[in-house]
Structures are given as C-alpha cells and as structure tokens.
C-alpha cells in the first residue's frame, strides 16, 4: 500500500503539484491521468524520491520513504519511463540484471531471473540475452525496459507513459503484459498515461490531475457517471461516455442465464466491442462462450444497453 | 579493410627497422646530401630519441587526460553547473592559441629542456580532452541517466557504470586529437632544448643537410600517423559495442 | 535527476571567491613587476606598492578591491563585467606607471617587465569578465563590436606612450619596422594559403560529395596529411621544392626555392585541404533532400540546383571550416620561420634563442590575438548565416 499524504512540489514559487493525497492499494493498478504539465509525472517522480517533494510525506506499507536512502528506496521499487532508456553499452541481459546486480544477488540467481522474464516478455533468451539494444525493434526494447523494472521483483512498478511510442497493436500486446504481470506476481503499479483508453483499460482506479491538484480520484465507473468537475467530465470524455461505461465490463461479467441464439462472443470481450458485434452481424441477441468454446449465457441488446446508462 | 591493415603493419615495419638500423638505409639519403655530409643523423641515437620523444608526448597526454576528465566530470555535476558556463568558452579561446605560442610562452617561465615541452603539452592537450569530456557527458540520452537515477543507482555508480563508458568514445577520440597535437608540438620543443626527434630537424635545417630533415620529418610524421591510427582503431572497437541512437 | 538546490540560494558566487582569493593570494606572495639592469640577467621582484608611484599603486588596489567585492557577492553580469574591466585597466595603468617610475630618466638599458602577481591577476579578471560575457550571451554583431573596441582601446592605449618604458614595447621601439613587416607577411602566410586551399577544396569537396567512391580515399589522404607534424611536412616539402628550383629555373626566379616562403604556403595549403573538403562535403550532405527535390521539380539544371539551393544551405558548415583553417594557419605560420618563411614566428624563435621573453612575447602576444580576432569574426559570420538561413 502506497499512502500519499499532502504531497507539494513548488519549483521557483511555481507550485508544480498542489497538496495531493492518495491511497494506492497493495496489488491494483491506479492510471494517473491529465493535462500535459499537469504535474503528473512529477507527482510519479515523487514516489521513489527521483523529485523530492516541498512538502507532505509518501509512506510504503507504513513506511515514510525517507527514512532510507534514495537510492537504496528507489531499488525496490521498479521504474519504467517513455523511451525505455536502456543502457545502450550493456547488452539485454545485463540491462535486465542491473538492479539485481545493484543489490548483489550471485550470478546463478540473476541468470535464472533474466531468463525468467525474457521468457514472460516472450523474447527467446538465447537470441536475445547477449543482443545490444540497438539490434532489438522498438517493441521489444520497450518490453525490455519493463522487465528491466521487474527484475528485483519489486512490489511496486511506478511508469510513465510507458506505451506512449509503440503503434497500436504493439501498444494492446503490452498492456495485456502488465495485466498479466500483475496477476503473476502481485505487483502494485502506479502509471501514467495520456491515452484515456488505455487509462480505462488498465485501471483499478484512475487519477485525474490538472494544474497540479488530484481532481478526481476513483473506480473509472465512477469518473464516467460521476464527474466530481466539469473538467473530468471533460477529461473522460463526454460524446462518447457511454461507450466508455460499455467497454468497462466483460461479456462474461454481464452475461444472462440460459443459452441464447445470435453470434458467440468471449466472455473477455468487453460489452464495447459485443454491442459493436451485434450492431454489425444485425442481430439482437449474441451467446457468451469461454475461450474454449463452452457456453457461459447470453446478452440482449438491451441488457447491454442498459450496462450503458448511469444507474 | 585488408589494404588498409597491410599499409599499416608496413609502415610499422618500416618505422622500427629504420630506428634499429639506420645505416642500413644511407644509401637512399646519400643522394640528398652536399660535400659528403653524413646521409644519417649521426648527433645522437635515432631510437633514443624517438623513445624520448614518444615517451614525453605520453607523459604529457596521460597526465593531461587525468586532469582534463576529472574537471570535465566535475563541471557537469550538479554542484559544478556554475562553473560550466565559462568553462566552454575557456576552452574554445584556448583552442585558438596555437600551440607553439603556449610553449614559446612557457619556455621564459620554467627555463630550457623538457620541462617547457611537457608543461606546454599537458597545457595544450587538456583542450580537446576536456571538451569532449564535457560533450560526451553532457550528450548521454537524458532517458538512460532517469532510468539509471530511477533503478537506483547511486551518482558515483551511475557515473561510473553508465555515464562514462557512454562518453567513452568521445573522450578517446579527445585523446586521440591531444596525442596527434603533442607529437608535432613536441618536435618543436628541441627548439628550446627538450630532447626528440626535433632535434634532427632542426639539426638539418642549420646545418642545410636534406637528409637529416627528411629523416627527422619521416619518422615523426610516421609516429604521428601510427599513433593516430591505432587510436582511431581501438576507439572503433570500442564503438562497435557502444551505439547510440 | 535529483534537482539542483546550491547555486540559486548561495549568498556568494563559488567562482567569484575562487578568484577572488586567488587574485588577492598572488598579489601578497608574489612580484608585481621584475626589474632587470639589462636585457639578459635575471630580474629583481618588487611588489606593486614598491614599483608603482604611491597614488597609482594605491589607486590600483581600490580598483582591485572593487572588483573582488563585485566577483563575490554581485551577480548581475553587467555590474560584473564593469567591474573586471575597470580592474583590468586599473592592473594596466599601474604596470606603465611602475614602468615611468622604475626607469632612470633617459635610462635604455634597464628591463621593467610584468611579473608573475601581474600575470594571475590579468588571468583572474580575464576569467571573471569571460564569465560575466558568457553570461550576457552577446549576440554575433555585439560580440565583433566588443572585439573592435578592444582592438581599439589597446592600439589607443599602447600608442599613448604610457608603456613605454616596459621591456615588450622596448624590444617593440627597437623592431618596429620590422614588426609591421612580419605582421604582415604573417597574416599573408596564413591568408594567401587559406584562399589557395579553398579555390582547390571547394571543387574537390563537391567532387567528393557527388561521387562517393573517391571521397574515403581523399579524406582519408588529407586526414594523414594532417597528422604529420608542422616542420616535418615543412622539412619534407623542402627537399622536392629545393630540387623543383633547382631543375626549373624559372621556378626559382618566381620565388621558389626549398627554404623560405614556399615550403610553407605548400604546407599549409595542404593542412587547409582538410577541413575545407569535410566541410563542404559534410554541408551538402545535410542540405534537406526536399529542397533539393523542389529545385529539380522547377526545372533547374544540375549546375543551378548546386549554385542556387545546395551551395547556399551548405555555406554555413563550409565557413566554419574556413575559420578552423584561419585559425589553424595563424598559428601554424609561427613554426614557418623555423624554415626562414618569416612571419611573427621570427621573433618567437629569436627569442627564445636569446633568452628573451620579451621578444617572445612580442611575437606570441599579436599571433594570439590574431588567432582569437579570426576565431571572433568567422564564429559570427557563421552564426549569422545560420540565422539567415532559418
Ligand atoms: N526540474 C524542474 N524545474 C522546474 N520546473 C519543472 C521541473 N520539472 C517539471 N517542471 C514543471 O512542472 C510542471 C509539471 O511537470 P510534469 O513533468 O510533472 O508534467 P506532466 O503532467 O508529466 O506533463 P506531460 O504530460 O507533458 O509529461 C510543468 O509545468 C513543468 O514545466
Ligand atoms: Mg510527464
């Protein structure tokens, strides 16, 4: 649990980041959102001490983070920035075996570490532990710099528009690996984005920041229907909310008893992408069926609509 | 490529066999010579001289490329800022004194010999250096020092895993420029009594004998080839590991 | 990147105080100006208040005192620059009044010369107006303004007679015509040289740059040349020119033999080739393909895109060349005395045959700020090229 209290930054009587507090729980994952120069990466950058704040505290399972030094703080927690900022001397594996390395874990441990996540990031490690980050396309040197961060197993991954350079089908192929991160190994993560649907994708909870201030810090249900400011109504989005609210839940999660007729959706689709389907094959009904093809219900047209509506 | 490397190990060859022997090639400076002057320099031994002269040229890089890196990391480190501005331009102006004005200038200070020659070396070699010290440093992508600072890593271990070797190339090629500079320096250092390869020049150029002039020439104009040379081919190796984009 | 939290809130300025203190250090330990009964023997140390009269002397280290008070504790880089500048003048006036003083009426043997406390003051200040200059970041036109006014200060002030009596304006009386010659056989050298390298660089540059087979073996030439020493290549070139002279008479009768002028401008001709040939060739290289594109879409031939779009993109980059060679040459030209090809050189290397600073100085204080001039004027002219350009 990470406990942001009254946290300020003033850079030369600009006040960067405005008195914010915030409770981030132990394995979700909050999206910090908003304005450029909203202050967000700031409030991030705060976290692990790269900003040391002007004022308020940050504590870590109760901990205040100053109470060690900042460099030893900023070994446990796994940082992974826009441009990935590989090592360009070292090769992929010692890149991954940095912090590691830092904290003195024996050669054997690290080598198995590495591996381990090359194989997670899905990059074969013989090809590609003793490739230099030049040789790598830039898909997979971002997915290097994030296995970079997971090396130490840190229990807090803190980014920054991590995604923000890769095209959209590398771009869905990473967030379905940070997802899959967190369920493997329970990392708490706290990222920041510009992209309101990965935003919506990825969040537990989601952050909105503007001029510095936490507007709005809640389920990203609650930020669609009720906007605490006009500003994060504007932020969300306001023309299309309602898909938005659509695409927050799964087929699987809305799906009705009993076995219907239509097109079969996956139950991990989200009723976004069902009520596109149905509108497309024209049809008014559509069965849910699990990855293996098992049937799991059945959505209407208008049991979808209505997951649409602020209730 | 293979062209390149033969050339090399013939001049090389070629350097070393005249410093061991130089007798053995009078007869193709005879013809240069006047009223039976002696074809070769016969003042001195060519080897000892030209080991003087590489070891003086070395020992002025060396102690310059210590002092030139530490104050290069120095003014780029955050407690340094202040000075960096006037830095750059220190280094710029000096560049335009030519190096026989810093050491005609020397020579009064500290008197005849080496002395002069290796303090107007290490003077004049710190330039390069500490410019492309500076460059490099300044230049590391700011993406890799965040994610250094951000993994952890100490200032000194950033500076010393990351910061350095990135700047690394940038730094030898300073090295490199210094050396080339301090050999010719150098030969004009016998002008003011520091022992080298200038003394055959000079040696030649007073006594209007061709061949000691040549021979001087030659053998400088060789080391200075071959230094750079490998210097250049040492940093490409290094290069080949290290690529920025 | 942790921020920086020191400069901002420091009362005083680092570097301010560490020449500040340096100053004040060299003037209490060591001599302000040598006084020498001739040319030869060594020099007896006197500090500034023993040599200069008691008004100028005192005078002088208010000035000073000012100055270090402004490097410490004033920031405004104006106030600064003000202040190094009136201890500069102040460190000038008090060295030609030590020289009025220390000299026996109608005395022409005694040597009053600049001692070391003199020299790191001179450096201190220079640092400190250095740095106040960088700071204001004058823009091309101010920055040769600056330097012509420089210029003119110290002709004005050196013809006033008010140094006079030191030993570097002595050995000045004594080879005044002499010096207006070599100055401008100096300045010959290193230009009639550059405009020979860039009638043949420019060609070969663009040669270079349309046919890429011949560029690595040129460039790779030109860069060997350039790190054969000076007087080897002078002493090298002498023998075929000695020999050229020789065969050819009319060779000779134009001048050209193996020692003197021609050794050197060939030298330095061939010294220029490279950056001039790099840089052209770097220039056109980083012309916008668009640019080019767009000409040729107009109809323009081949020789009108290279004059009218390539050539003009590339300008900047080649006279940045051009100012490396300048400067380059001006200092290489020193060593072309060695081979008797004249210029200041003579005076460096006289010098130090006699052991005579003074006369070193001479030579090596005019090749400086003829180096530095260069170096002023071509950096401008490059910038605002480029400014024009965008
Ligand atoms: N080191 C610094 N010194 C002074 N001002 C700074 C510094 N770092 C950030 N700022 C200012 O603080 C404000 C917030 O910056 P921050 O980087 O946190 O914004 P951001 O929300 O991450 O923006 P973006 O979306 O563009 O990345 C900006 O106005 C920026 O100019
Ligand atoms: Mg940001």
Known sequence: MITVENLSKVYDGTTVVDAVSMVIEKNTTTVIVGTSGSGKSTLLRMINRLVEPTGGRVLIEGRDTREEPAHLLRRRIGYAIQGHGLFPHRTVAENIGTVPQLLGWSAARIQARVEELLQVFQLDPKAYADAMPHELSGGQQQRVGVARALAAEPAVLLMDEPFGALDPIIRAKAQEDLLEIRRRFGTTIVLVTHDMDEAFHLGDRVAVMSGGRLLQYDRPARLLTQPADPFV??????????????????????????????????????????????????????????????????????????????? | ??????????????????????????????????????????????????????????????????????????????????????????????????????????????????????????????????????????????????AASGMGMSARQRLFKVELPLAMPLILEGVRLSLVINVGTATIGSTVAAKGLGEVIIAGLLSNNTAFILQGGLVTGLMAILLYDGMAAFERRLLRSVRIE | MTEATLPRTARFDRLGTLLGVTGVAALAGLSFVLVKANRIVPGIPRSLLEAAPPLAGWACLACLALAATAALFVFNARLRLGAALLGIGALLLALGAAGDALTPLGNRVVRISAGPAFWVVLVCLGLMATDAITRMRPGPARRVLWLAGFIAVAVLALKSGRFDHLSVMREYAVNAERFSRELLRHVLLAAGSLGAAALAGLPLGIACYRVPRIREAILGALNVIQTIPAIALFGILMAPLGALAAAVPLAGRLGIRGIGAAPAVVALFLYSLLPIVANTVQGLRRVSRQAVEAARGMGMTPGQVLLRVEMPLALPVIVTGVRVVLVQNIGMVTVAALIGGGGLGTFVFQGIGQTAIDLVLLGAIPIVALAFSAAVVLDALVEVMDRVKQ
């Open chain 2, 1 to 146: 490529m293979r062209p390149a490397t033969l050339l090399r190990c013939a001049a090389l060859a070629l350097l070393v066999s005249f410093l061991l022997a130089p007798q053995r090639f009078a007869p193709l400076f005879a013809p240069l010579t006047q009223y039976g002057a002696p074809p070769i320099y016969d003042q001195g031994n060519l080897l000892s001289l030209a080991l003087a002269h590489l070891g003086t040229v070395c020992l002025a890089a060396a102690a310059s490329t210590l002092l030139a890196v530490t104050l290069g990391i120095l003014v780029t480190r955050e407690s340094g800022r202040e000075f960096l501005p006037l830095s750059r331009t220190l280094v710029n102006i000096g560049q335009t004194f030519p190096p026989v004005a810093v050491l005609a200038v020397t020579v009064p200070l500290v008197g005849f010999g080496e002395r002069p020659t290796l303090i107007a070396l290490f003077a004049y070699g710190l330039l390069p250096i500490f410019e492309n010290t500076i460059v490099g440093l300044q230049t590391c992508p700011p993406a890799v020092l965040e």
């Open chain 1, 233 to 311: 109504a504007r932020m969300t989005g306001m023309g299309d909310r309602a898909m938005r609210l659509l695409s927050l839940t799964t087929a699987g999660e809305a799906a009705l008893p009993g076995r219907g007729s239509g097109p079969a959706v996956t139950a991990s689709a989200s009723l976004r992408e069902a009520l596109s389907e149905l509108v497309w094959q024209g049809a008014d009904s559509a069965q849910v069926v699990d990855a293996d093809g098992t049937a799991r219900g059945h959505l209407t047209l208008d049991a979808i609509l209505r997951h649409g509506r602020p209730s």
